[in-house]
Nanobody, 128 residues
Framework: EVQLVESGGGLVQAGGSLRLSCAAS????????IGWFRQAPETQTEREGV?????????YYGDSVRGRFTISSDKAKNTVYLQMNSLKPEDTAVYYC????????????????????WGQGTQVTVSS
């Protein structure tokens, strides 16, 4: 059974940092691509693509986080990390990781429908 569990969220002041983790079980990162998405409290249905990493290590970032967030993977631990620096109040959201058993074309990496598995999310709150 494929399972994704996010952790590392919390409350931080603007300018601070957090590192989110996405621990996976039931599959190997050698075969999967992982995306991070977030959903702000005021957007009930829209999830914004934040970052993506493929099995070959290729990474992509959304415009709003590029230069501040870094995605990485530890295949030995089957865990993907999202290091978030210089956090802003507008980064406040529930953060989700998602997995798909193949690399994605760049045009579709921010589509929710591209991913087969999702975690339950972790709350990140950035105070001003």
């Amino acid at each position: 059974e494929v399972q994704l569990v996010e952790s590392g969220g919390g409350l931080v002041q603007a300018g601070g940092s957090l590192r989110l983790s996405c621990a996976a079980s039931g599959f190997s990162f050698d075969d999967y691509a992982i995306g991070w998405f977030r959903q702000a409290p005021e957007t009930q249905t829209e999830r914004e693509g934040v970052s993506y990493i493929s099995s070959d290590g290729s990474t992509y970032y959304g415009d709003s986080v590029r230069g501040r967030f870094t995605i990485s993977s530890d295949k030995a631990k089957n865990t993907v990390y999202l290091q978030m620096n210089s956090l802003k109040p507008e980064d406040t959201a529930v953060y989700y990781c998602a997995a798909v058993p193949r690399p994605l074309r760049v045009l579709v990496i921010w589509l929710r429908s591209s991913y087969d598995y999702w975690g339950q999310g972790t709350q990140v709150t950035v105070s001003s």
